[in-house]
Every structure is written in structure tokens, then in C-alpha cells.
């Protein structure tokens, strides 16, 4: 998949070198292993120049602006500081999804449009990192994200940690994947950058149905200033340097516009997210501003788009574990971009591409350990005492820095835990639906004098529709309702025991036919001690949608083993 609209005109860098004789560096297989990938003895910056003279710069070539009539479709996705990070595995208490969940998560997406409506973007530190990718020393990452379709990818500082040698052997054969940089140069006399580049600044890509209005989208590399220096050893990084994001940017801001014509600006950013923040404001108070950043570098996890005048700013997380997506639409006649942004996090139930699978199987060690889907996982047993036919549907442990899918207030993940600082009755809630036949079952623990609640909750807060069900800790275990902007709660829970702070209980909340609730919290070191709430309420509480919250007044509480059923029914 490679929808680039390439310049016809195309012009050697240092045209003034174009008389002497091209000096060609040998080219090791893409398969080669460490050992095999020796050069011959030859200056690095003679290796520069040869690379320099191979690397086709484009110039700007005036185009027509695109007809200023209907709408276009298109999506981006995007990842960042993937690491050649090809398969499943574990990795200092991180699960890594592998490459194959990657694959079939684009696939899917490519599958519901058409070739020229998805752009696939990567924001830098794609191929060094992983033992996986060590032995192929990038090769076998630049494969995948050939066969992947990849379209353009700006620079990180790890693409140099292999050294300049083999950094230029990777790039020349990287096509017809475009690696842009706009601020990646030549360095100069006395250390000096220079205005030499070394690689294309941008690309021009038009996206849309074949048979329909086009966008012409502009995809600008650029890193983080001086990234050179990021690099362990500095001889790998022998004769280049790198210019100040925002100042490049707005040297080419605009020729490209009244040349290329873009309608949309996209930069791809290895900078870090705080860094892309200020590129962003840069950026607006120069009076050049761009549609969206796509970061890398910082390995950040967001929940939605940083918005810095009309800029979108995003990142997407580390190691292939998740994707951004973009769903874009622009109106060619009102020039109006419309933004709407997301975040596909995996998890082990997500597919994986089989031919992906294939062709990992001389890298990735079948012995790699992995983790089981939640539909593998058989329910907590006590969930079956009350339920019929219970299944997992979702599991999340929160052993990783963030999660998608949630948003919270005063509430953090802290190892392997997500903890509520209560005040105000801050706390978390699922972005998700929940409805008859479906529940969560969750573990906690609480701090002496804690008062909070979990519920399912219907209906804006505050309103005549606004309905709750679920338990109350205050003083004792009770049942938490409400219908409207009345209380019906109080109630404690029956059973035979009472919960107690500092120990770890499980919760399960139920939503059965007809407007019929369960609530059941048990000691999981031992079931047998379990208090619960049944109501019955009727239709006036049926056929609705729910979400599941938590919120905190005072006290510390933490979560964890999150769990999504779906069940049968009743016992």
C-alpha cells in the first residue's frame, strides 16, 4: 500500500559532488547476521557523501491546488517507539503484543475503505531495541514494515545505535517507505550544522476513493534538537546533526504551501511529547501552524489529544502496544478539518495476522512466554454460585503505565494498581456499555476510614431519568441506589461478614433481565465468607445502558484485576 504522489522532479543533494565519481558502499543482505556486516574500510564521511548521493532530495514542484468541491474520508494511524519489538512476550513486567496483532489490527481497518483512505505513519525508534530484532541488526523490522505497508517514518535516536554504516545500508533500502527529516543535516566546519540535508524534510500524499474528491496531505519529518547526543556512543553518529524542530519547519512552511498546495499538515515527531507541545505553540505564534503532531521519544500515554490552537497533538504509547487512529474529514469546500481521534490498546485476545505469524517464525522463540486471552480464562467460581453460563469478556491488570478505555480523576496506576486518592468523590468510570446480561467483577482494598462506591449508573447525573445501582462503604458494606435525585440506599449487605480495611475483597456487579440487580463481594482467600444485595425493581429499569464507576471521598483505594462477564442468567 503505498499511495504517494511523487515528485517529477527529483534532484541529487550536493550537485556540486555530482561530477566526481559516486563512491557506492557495499550493500549487506537485509538477512545478514552481526558478523556478516562488515564494510569495507572506508571514512565515515565518505560513507556520508556516498549515502548522500544515493538519497534522491525532492524539490518542490508547483501543482494546482485540488478542486475546492466535496468531502473526503481518510484515516491515519500511527505508533511510535516500536523497537523492533517483532513478538509476544514479557519484558520487565510489560506484556508486548508482538508484530502479529499490529499486522491484523491494520488489516481490519485497511479492510473497511479503500488503498488511499488509511495512512500509516511511524514516529521513530522503529527497528533497534528488542533482542528479537538484535540478530538482523534492523533487517527483519524493515521487512515487516514493507510487507506492513508502511508509508513514511521520521528519525529517533535509535535508529543510529547499530552505527552510521549500518544506519545507511537500512535507510537506502528502506523504499518505498519515505524516512523524512526536515532538521537531520550535515554537519559543517568547526562542528557546525550546516544546511545540508540528508533526507527528504516531507512527503506529499493524496488520500480518498478512487472514484471521488481527493486531500492532499503533507507528512513532515522532524527530531528532537540535537538527538544526535542521545546516542550511547558518539562515533556512531560521526558527521550529522540535528536543527531545531519549529526552525525548520518554518524555513520550508511557505514554499511548501504556495507550492505544494497541502490541505492538511501532518508532522511526525520524535521529539517527545512535552517537546511537540511547545513545536506546536512555536509553530502557531510563528503564524505557521500545522492540523496534527504525531510524537514519539517519550514512550507517553495519552487518553485524548493534547489541542494547542487548532494542533492536535498525539503519541501512542511504546513497543507496538498500541495504535492511534485518526478519523479524518475534510471539507474541500469550507477548507474545515474534522478531527476525531482514538486509541486501539491490545490485548491478548486481540487477533493476530497468521502470515505475519509465518514470517516470524525463523526471529521470534515459540518459548517466548505469552498471555492468555480472557476468553481462555475460566470466571472466579463464586461468580458461578449465582450465574449461569458466566464467561470472561475482558481482563485488565493494570501492569502497564496507562490503559485505554477508562477516565478518571485523582486516580492513578501505581504498581500494578490503579488507586483513588479520595476527595470530592473523585474516581474512575469504564467508557464502555454495559447492559442485561452483563456484569464486572473487580478486586479492592481500602484504607482505615475510607468512604467510596462502585456502581452501574444510567442517565446524566442530577436528572429525573439518572438511575444507580451498586454498594457503598461507610461505616459498613451497603447497598447504593438511586432513581433520580433520590437516595435509596443504606441497606447493609447480607451475608456473613464484614469487609475490613487493609484486605483484599472481590466485587461483582450484575445486571440481570427485567430490572433485576446483584451485588456480591466475597474474600477470594476464602468464598466462603460473602455478603450480597438481590433487587428486583422492574421495567422502569430495564432495556438500558450502564456504566460502571467508582468514586472516592475520603481514604485511599485501589483496584485491580479488572473483569468484564457475560453470563445467562440468574441461579
Not at 481518510?74 to 505508533?79: A, D, E, M, S
Not at 550535515?186 to 471521488?212: T, V
Amino acid at each position: 500500500m503505498q499511495k504517494i504522489i511523487k515528485l517529477i522532479a527529483l534532484v541529487f543533494l550536493l550537485a556540486a559532488c555530482s561530477d566526481s565519481p559516486t563512491a557506492t558502499p557495499t550493500v549487506v543482505p537485509l538477512t545478514a547476521t552481526p558478523t556478516a556486516t562488515a564494510l569495507p574500510p572506508m571514512p565515515l564521511d565518505e560513507r556520508l557523501q556516498a549515502f548522500m548521493e544515493k538519497m534522491l532530495i525532492q524539490t518542490p514542484m508547483p501543482r494546482e491546488a485540488l478542486p475546492a468541491e466535496g468531502v473526503v474520508e481518510f484515516q491515519v494511524l500511527h505508533w511510535n517507539d516500536f523497537h523492533g519489538e517483532l513478538g509476544e512476550h514479557v519484558i520487565d513486567g510489560t506484556w508486548v503484543p508482538g508484530a502479529a496483532r499490529l499486522a491484523a489490527f491494520v488489516k481490519a481497518e485497511e479492510a473497511k475503505v479503500e488503498p488511499d483512505q488509511v495512512l500509516l505513519l511511524d514516529a521513530g525508534d522503529w527497528y533497534e531495541g528488542a533482542d528479537v530484532s538484535r540478530p538482523s541488526r534492523g533487517a527483519k523490522a524493515l521487512e515487516f514494515y514493507k510487507k506492513l505497508g508502511v508509508d513514511a517514518i521520521t528519525l529517533g535516536n535509535h535508529e543510529f545505535f547499530y552505527g552510521m554504516p549500518r544506519f545507511y545500508q537500512l535507510i537506502s533500502q528502506a523504499s518505498p517507505i519515505d524516512i523524512l527529516s526536515a532538521n537531520f543535516r550535515r554537519q559543517g566546519l568547526n562542528n557546525i550544522c550546516s544546511d545540508q540535508r540528508i533526507l527528504n524534510p516531507y512527503q506529499i500524499y493524496e488520500m480518498g476513493k478512487a472514484q471521488g474528491p481527493k486531500v492532499r496531505v503533507a507528512v513532515i519529518g522532524v527530531s528532537i534538537r540535537n538527538l544526535d547526543a542521545l546516542v550511547y556512543n558518539e562515533t556512531w553518529t560521526t558527521g550529522i546533526c540535528f536543527q531545531t524542530p519549529a526552525g525548520e519547519i518554518i524555513k520550508i512552511y511557505d514554499q511548501l504551501m504556495e507550492t505544494e498546495h497541502p490541505d492538511v499538515l501532518v508532522v511526525l515527531s520524535h521529539s517527545g511529547l512535552e517537546e511537540d507541545l511547545k513545536i506546536a505553540r512555536d509553530l502557531n505564534t510563528a503564524g505557521k501552524p500545522v492540523d496534527i503532531i504525531i510524537g514519539g521519544h517519550s514512550h507517553s500515554w495519552i487518553e485524548a489529544p493534547e489541542i494547542v490552537g487548532n494542533t492536535y497533538v498525539v503519541t501512542a504509547g511504546e513497543l507496538g502496544r498500541a495504535v492511534g487512529e485518526f478519523d479524518l474529514r475534510y471539507d474541500r469546500v469550507s477548507k474545515l478539518l474534522d478531527v476525531k481521534w482514538k486509541q486501539e490498546i491490545f490485548t491478548a485476545c486481540s487477533p493476530e495476522d497468521p502470515d505475519t505469524l509465518v514470517f516470524l517464525e525463523d526471529t521470534v522463540s515459540a518459548s517466548l512466554p505469552k498471555q492468555q486471552c480472557a476468553a481462555n480464562i475460566p470466571p472466579p467460581e463464586k461468580s458461578k454460585e449465582y450465574l449461569n453460563g458466566v464467561r470472561l469478556t475482558y481482563i485488565e491488570s493494570f501492569d502497564g503505565p496507562s490503559v485505554s478505555g477508562w477516565w478518571s480523576e485523582s486516580a492513578k496506576i501505581k504498581d500494578g494498581v490503579y488507586e483513588i486518592l479520595g476527595k470530592n468523590w473523585n474516581g474512575i468510570s469504564r467508557d464502555k456499555l454495559f447492559n442485561e446480561g452483563s456484569g464486572v467483577i473487580v478486586d479492592f482494598t481500602y484504607t482505615q476510614g475510607s468512604v467510596f462506591n462502585m456502581f452501574l449508573e444510567s442517565g446524566d447525573w442530577d436528572t429525573d431519568p439518572y438511575k444507580r445501582f451498586g454498594v457503598q462503604v461507610e461505616a459498613g458494606t451497603k447497598m447504593d441506589m438511586m432513581a433520580g435525585k433520590k437516595w435509596f440506599g443504606g441497606t447493609n449487605l447480607a451475608g456473613n461478614f464484614i469487609p475490613r480495611p487493609n484486605t483484599a475483597y472481590s466485587l461483582m456487579l450484575a445486571l440481570l433481565p427485567e430490572g433485576e440487580f446483584l451485588s456480591v463481594i466475597w474474600d477470594p482467600t476464602n468464598p466462603s465468607k460473602t455478603i450480597y444485595h438481590h433487587e428486583k425493581i422492574g421495567e422502569t429499569w430495564s432495556k438500558l445502558d450502564w456504566h460502571f464507576n467508582i468514586g472516592a471521598n475520603i481514604g485511599t483505594i485501589t483496584f485491580d484485576n479488572y473483569r468484564e462477564i457475560k453470563f445467562d442468567g440468574m441461579k
